[in-house]
């Protein structure tokens, strides 16, 4: 799930996940369009707040390529059983 479709599915805005990533309501709204991308450990941060609906990987495919790198266990083991995952390298079922 993209960061934007997270927010909007949660009814939430960009300054309140600011609020709670620690950075500013402009940081947010610059990883959503595509303009900053959200790199290394703050991905996985990002993720943990989205409470893994977002993932390291779907924030930034370059420092995660696969779609369960930086996830905890208990989570990737969800997506590998096929609970969460829609993406190509995900083995199919």
């Known amino acids: 799930m993209k960061l934007n479709e997270f927010l909007k599915k949660s009814n939430m ?9 620690g950075v500013s309501q402009a940081r947010v709204s610059r990883a959503v369009a595509g303009i900053q991308p959200v790199r ?15 993932t390291p990987h779907e924030l930034c495919p370059e420092d995660y390529p696969n779609p369960t790198d930086g996830l905890p266990p208990e989570i990737q083991f969800t997506i590998l059983n096929g609970e969460q995952l829609n993406h190509e390298n995900h083995p199919n079922d």
């Open 13 to 21: 805005r960009q300054a309140d996940f600011a609020v709670l990533a």
């Open 40 to 54: 290394g450990r703050i991905a996985c941060k990002w993720a943990e707040i989205t409470n893994w609906k977002v």
